[in-house]
């Protein structure tokens, strides 16, 4: 959102010598979190106008070489750079940053191999893991069809009846969706039901 967070002062210090030493800039992509809260407690604590030691970013894409490069190439050259830094760092302050778990799979049933693997090592906290092809493009930002969210039990909130196509300020068409209509359900105390039709997206 562009705004400046006061409370990861450490992870900036982690990454300037990453950054300053890219000849060409640099990118990295990161979620903050705190190790072993959920999402809406890490939130809270990364939000706060104060220093925390325990926010950690978890990186799944960026570029430090070349942006062009292969989405695999790319996240080589991240992990390389960050397992280099932090073999220092861990010394001053302890781990900041880390590359989120990755492994390449094949298919379908490697995917759920994988799957399986991570629920044994996070247990019910995992809710599901991201899938990027191994050639996606550098799109910092923007949905492609290089990536998806993978969450093998998903649940059925809200049933999608349309889709509408996304344009610009101009009015052009940008070939991708850009709003999503779905049926919503409400229950009155009554126990009466009433659906109606809204977008999200």
């Known amino acids: 959102q562009n705004e400046y967070m006061q409370s990861v002062p450490h992870l900036i210090d982690f990454v300037r010598p990453i950054l300053a030493g890219a000849e060409r800039g ?29 926010i950690t970013g978890v990186v799944f894409d960026g570029w430090l070489i070349d942006p062009s490069n292969s989405y695999n190439t790319r996240f080589n050259h991240l992990r390389t750079a960050i397992v280099e830094r932090s073999t220092e760092w861990v010394r001053e302050a302890g ?30 906290r995992i809710e599901g893991m991201m899938l990027h092809h191994t050639d996606k493009e550098f799109r910092p ?29 101009a009015g052009e068409p940008l070939g991708m969706v850009g709003r999503i209509n779905v049926e919503l359900a409400r229950r009155s105390r009554a126990g009466e039901v009433s659906r109606s039709i809204i977008g999200i997206g």
Do not use: N
């Open 95 to 124: 781990s900041s940053l880390v590359c989120a778990p990755s492994a390449l799979v094949l298919d379908h049933t490697e995917a759920m191999e994988q799957w399986a693997k991570l629920k044994h090592i996070y247990g019910p």
């Open 26 to 54: 640099a990118c990295i992509i990161a979620e903050c979190l705190v190790p072993g809260l959920s999402f809406k407690e890490s939130s809270g604590i990364i939000r706060r106008h104060k220093p925390d030691l325990r």
């Open 141 to 169: 930002g923007k949905r492609c069809w290089g990536m998806g969210r993978f969450k093998p039990q998903p649940t059925i909130d809200l049933e999608v009846v349309s889709y509408e196509e996304a344009v610009s300020e």
